[in-house]
């Protein structure tokens, strides 16, 4: 019988549990621990389908909750009005509001100041090597320094983001992880307040004078505050996360490094392969807001539904050879940004990133390798989130 959540025993592979689900077809019912009747997608095509279905609501209230975070937040009645959580027509209204500034154009507007500054981080790590812990001095900084510029947050205030950020990413801690929140709202609430009464050419102040000149939706301070709040986290810790994975194939795979550093057109496919190779984001949770055929088999309205991003990812009628990461593989079609009205708004700026952070570790470290066994790297369990806690490597 299926379940979920379930832990990995490799740490760059989905649970065997649920790659089994692959042989017995895209979609499978089970039954949650509290008794509540649920659905697993794992196939591509099902995954995929469910995404883009608009009878799919995000509604926080009604969806299962994986984390005592989630749990408390619910006990309590917190439920944040963000992109994420707003169904449409909401959501679209809103996602509108922010769109403009994450396109591809975009994306290569900031490319430079990208590869300046990353290049920069990556430069003091020789200066301080052989030998780092690449979370602590890559990822996190790296991760840091994009969603502060994108958000145009003071640099006095980055190192104070990044460590509220950290906390709010150990979602096992419960009251602790809370607080961070509680905290970190606190600073958005101001930073909101400051760019109301004098907006500038950022994100963040349009988002402000679109939602006051909108005749389609209301959006009130809290609701502004909670959908900068979204932006800040879900534009930190996946990034983090990745980075961190990426570093990790360096290391892991030296022919990879190799590869790239002698034809770097394969970059951006190489991107496309790692996020489909790792998946950091493990499942997404929704809950059917209509009765949804598929597959033979009827969703219930009320029911739960879980999409296996990392499993769709480990697809073989969609990936020859799933389990190995092969740069040169057209991986364009992954879902590891998910899929339909919430596919991730930063993609286009998340591709760049990882391209000019990853280079400039490849060809300014070539010796890189582990400096621990892989089986010894911590990794953060959470039933939604992926990546190393910490990665020591030399050269």
Same mark, same amino acid.
């Given at each position: 019988m299926p379940s979920f959540p379930v832990r990995r025993t490799v740490p760059d592979t989905p649970p065997v549990e649920h790659l089994d689900l692959l042989k017995e077809g895209g979609v499978c019912p089970f039954t949650m621990e509290d008794g509540r009747a649920a659905w697993l997608a794992a196939s591509h095509e099902a995954v995929r389908g469910l995404l883009a279905d608009r009878r799919i609501s995000n509604n926080p209230a009604k969806v299962p909750s994986f984390s005592q975070r989630e749990a408390l937040q619910k006990q309590r009645g917190q439920f944040s009005r963000h992109l994420f959580n707003m169904d449409s027509p909401e959501h679209d209204i809103a996602r509108r509001m922010v769109a403009e500034d994450f396109t591809p154009r975009h994306a290569e507007e900031v490319r430079p100041f990208f590869k300046e500054i990353f290049g920069e981080i990556v430069d003091e790590i020789v200066r301080q090597g052989p030998g780092a812990e690449m979370v602590e001095v890559f990822a996190f900084p790296v991760a840091t320094k994009t969603i502060c510029k994108v958000l145009d947050i003071p640099e006095e205030d980055c190192h104070y983001f990044q460590k509220r950020t950290e906390q709010i990413i150990e979602m096992d801690r419960g009251e602790e992880n809370l607080e961070a929140v509680i905290e970190l709202r606190g600073y958005v609430e101001r930073l909101m307040r400051e760019r109301t009464e004098n907006p500038g050419d950022d994100l963040l102040s349009r988002l402000i004078v679109k939602a006051q000149a909108s005749g389609d939706i209301e959006l009130s301070a809290a609701d502004l505050v909670d959908n900068a709040l979204f932006l800040l986290v879900a534009g930190h810790e996946p990034s983090a996360n990745m980075l961190g994975l990426g570093v990790l194939a360096l290391a892991e795979f030296p022919h990879v490094a190799e590869e790239l550093r002698a034809d770097p057109s394969l970059w951006?496919?190489?991107?496309?392969?790692?996020?489909?190779?790792?998946?950091?984001?493990?499942?997404?949770?929704?809950?059917?807001?209509?009765?949804?055929?598929?597959?033979?088999?009827?969703?219930?309205?009320? &029911?739960?539904?879980?999409?296996?991003?990392?499993?769709?990812?480990? &697809?073989?009628?969609?990936?020859?050879?799933?389990?190995?990461? &092969?740069?040169?593989?057209?991986?364009?079609?992954?879902?590891?940004?998910?899929?339909?009205?919430? /596919?991730?708004?930063?993609?286009?700026?998340?591709?760049? /990133?990882?391209?000019?952070?990853?280079?400039?570790?490849?060809?300014?470290?070539?010796?890189?390798?582990? &400096?621990?066994?892989?089986?010894?790297?911590?990794?953060?369990?959470?039933?939604?989130?992926?990546?190393?806690? /910490?990665?020591?490597?030399?050269?």
């Amino acid at each position: 019988m299926p379940s979920f959540p379930v832990r990995r025993t490799v740490p760059d592979t989905p649970p065997v549990e649920h790659l089994d689900l692959l042989k017995e077809g895209g979609v499978c019912p089970f039954t949650m621990e509290d008794g509540r009747a649920a659905w697993l997608a794992a196939s591509h095509e099902a995954v995929r389908g469910l995404l883009a279905d608009r009878r799919i609501s995000n509604n926080p209230a009604k969806v299962p909750s994986f984390s005592q975070r989630e749990a408390l937040q619910k006990q309590r009645g917190q439920f944040s009005r963000h992109l994420f959580n707003m169904d449409s027509p909401e959501h679209d209204i809103a996602r509108r509001m922010v769109a403009e500034d994450f396109t591809p154009r975009h994306a290569e507007e900031v490319r430079p100041f990208f590869k300046e500054i990353f290049g920069e981080i990556v430069d003091e790590i020789v200066r301080q090597g052989p030998g780092a812990e690449m979370v602590e001095v890559f990822a996190f900084p790296v991760a840091t320094k994009t969603i502060c510029k994108v958000l145009d947050i003071p640099e006095e205030d980055c190192h104070y983001f990044q460590k509220r950020t950290e906390q709010i990413i150990e979602m096992d801690r419960g009251e602790e992880n809370l607080e961070a929140v509680i905290e970190l709202r606190g600073y958005v609430e101001r930073l909101m307040r400051e760019r109301t009464e004098n907006p500038g050419d950022d994100l963040l102040s349009r988002l402000i004078v679109k939602a006051q000149a909108s005749g389609d939706i209301e959006l009130s301070a809290a609701d502004l505050v909670d959908n900068a709040l979204f932006l800040l986290v879900a534009g930190h810790e996946p990034s983090a996360n990745m980075l961190g994975l990426g570093v990790l194939a360096l290391a892991e795979f030296p022919h990879v490094a190799e590869e790239l550093r002698a034809d770097p057109s394969l970059w951006p496919g190489a991107i496309d392969e790692m996020l489909r190779y790792y998946t950091i984001a493990r499942a997404t949770k929704r809950v059917a807001a209509e009765d949804i055929d598929i597959e033979g088999q009827t969703i219930k309205e009320g &029911d739960a539904v879980i999409v296996l991003l990392d499993t769709s990812n480990r &697809d073989p009628k969609v990936y020859p050879d799933p389990h190995v990461l &092969d740069i040169r593989r057209p991986a364009g079609n992954h879902l590891s940004f998910s899929h339909g009205p919430h /596919q991730c708004l930063g993609k286009h700026l998340v591709r760049v /990133q990882l391209e000019e952070a990853l280079r400039a570790v490849a060809e300014r470290i070539p010796g890189l390798r582990l &400096d621990i066994a892989k089986e010894d790297i911590p990794f953060r369990g959470d039933a939604l989130s992926y990546g190393p806690r /910490q990665l020591r490597v030399t050269w």
